[in-house]
Nanobody, 117 residues
Framework: QVQLEESGGGLVQAGGSLRLSCVTS????????MDWFRQAPGQEREFVAR????????NVADSLKGRFTISKDTAKRMLYLQMNDLKPEDTAVYYC??????????WGQGTQVTVSS
């Protein structure tokens, strides 16, 4: 069983920055991707960014490109999401997600990000 634990959420003013972290207990050798999703109140969960663990390729949702960056620290088994120029509409619970070989998926519990105007 793979466990994911997010951290780094909080309250920030519009225009500010936050860096979210996610640590995985899983074995990275069979990890396919690690991702960030978010869910605002009353809305569906939406894709934020993806990183392919083996080659560091990344993909960020078009609407977030230029403000959000996904990265990793392999040795620490950590995934990061750097969020700059935050806007009130970025307020959501941010979830870490991973897919391992064999299509096994795991989710973290989420971390709240609140951006005040």
């Amino acid at each position: 069983q793979v466990q994911l634990e997010e951290s780094g959420g909080g309250l920030v003013q519009a225009g500010g920055s936050l860096r979210l972290s996610c640590v995985t207990s899983g074995r990275t050798f069979d990890m396919y991707t690690m991702d960030w999703f978010r869910q605002a109140p009353g809305q569906e969960r939406e894709f934020v960014a993806r990183l392919w663990w083996s080659n560091d390729d990344t993909n960020v949702a078009d609407s977030l490109k230029g403000r959000f960056t996904i990265s990793k620290d392999t040795a620490k088994r950590m995934l990061y999401l750097q969020m700059n120029d935050l806007k009130p509409e970025d307020t959501a619970v941010y979830y870490c997600h991973t897919i391992h070989l064999g299509a096994r998926e795991y989710w973290g519990q989420g971390t709240q990000v609140t951006v005040s105007s």
